[in-house]
């Protein structure tokens, strides 16, 4: 994960590809469905009990999960108590959505070339020694 030193900054491609890899699996998604829900911190024992599959692969997805920044991790002893931050999952995805809303006027970058192709080829032949 980057640390960008501004909050309101533009997420790196980094930030964006780290967040959409670790959205990118199941349980991973879940177990952010699950943090956010409860809108606080759950123990990693809880969490492990939600799924069927071992203790040791619940502990990498979180890891995953922690690495990326979409969760952090307050350790005690042996076991640990999970948060969903919020905010950075909402500046990556929230700002990577916004590429998707479809141009306003203002938006629009207007070309300074030809317009059409008629234009084009007019434009070309004029170059000709």
């Not at 900054?9 to 964006?16: C, G, M, Q, V």
């Not at 071992?54 to 350790?75: A, I, Q």
Request: net charge positive; aromatic share 6%; with cysteine.
């Amino acid at each position: 994960m980057t640390a960008a030193a501004d909050p309101a900054a533009p997420p790196t491609l980094e930030d964006i590809e780290a967040v959409f890899f670790a959205l990118g699996h199941e349980v991973r998604r879940h177990i952010v469905l699950l943090l956010g829900h409860s809108g606080g911190e759950l123990p990693s024992g809880y969490l492990a009990k939600r799924f069927a599959h071992s203790w040791p692969t619940t502990t990498r997805h979180l890891r995953v999960l922690e690495d990326c920044g979409l969760v952090e991790v307050n350790r005690r002893g042996r076991s640990g108590l999970y948060r969903l931050k919020r905010d950075r999952l909402q500046r990556v995805l929230g700002h990577w959505l916004a590429n998707l809303e479809p141009p306003s006027p203002a938006k629009t970058w207007s070309s300074s070339g030809p317009k059409s192709i008629k234009a084009l080829t007019r434009s070309k032949g004029k170059r000709r020694p």
